[in-house]
């Protein structure tokens, strides 16, 4: 099992960036694919975007329309999601989440982190 930690949110403007980060530590990062998930007020966690363990994969949500880049650096066990030209409906908690699936749905992941708030104000 690892053990995941998000940070990097924060309260940005419309058309801000900001790079979160996923720390992971213990288990085998490195063996692991990392899919980012968001969950606004009142909504269901959706996909985000994911990265297969060897970076070999990426995908993202369609309705990103290209705003957002995964990442990640396996020699740090860190993943990254950088968000570009953040909108108000980009306000929600962000999570990273750890597996051996290549998933977009929630419920296939054991090992998440805690979330970091990021708020896009118009």
């Known amino acids: 099992q690892v053990q995941l930690e998000e940070s990097g949110g924060g309260l940005v403007q419309a058309g801000d960036s900001l790079r979160l980060t996923c720390a992971a530590s213990?288990?085998?990062?490195?063996?692991?694919?990392i899919v980012w998930f968001r969950q606004a007020p009142g909504k269901e966690r959706e996909y985000v975007a994911r990265i297969s363990w060897n970076t070999g994969s990426i995908g993202y949500a369609d309705s990103l329309q290209g705003r957002f880049i995964v990442s990640r650096d396996n020699l740090k066990n860190t993943a990254y999601l950088q968000m570009n030209s953040l909108k108000p409906e980009d306000t929600a908690t962000y999570y990273c989440?750890?597996?051996?699936?290549?998933?977009?749905?929630?419920?296939?992941?054991?090992?998440w982190g805690q979330g970091t708030q990021v708020t896009v104000a118009s």
């Open positions: 989440a750890a597996g051996m699936d290549w998933n977009t749905v929630s419920s296939a992941y054991d090992d």
């Open positions: 213990g288990g085998t990062f490195s063996q692991l694919n």
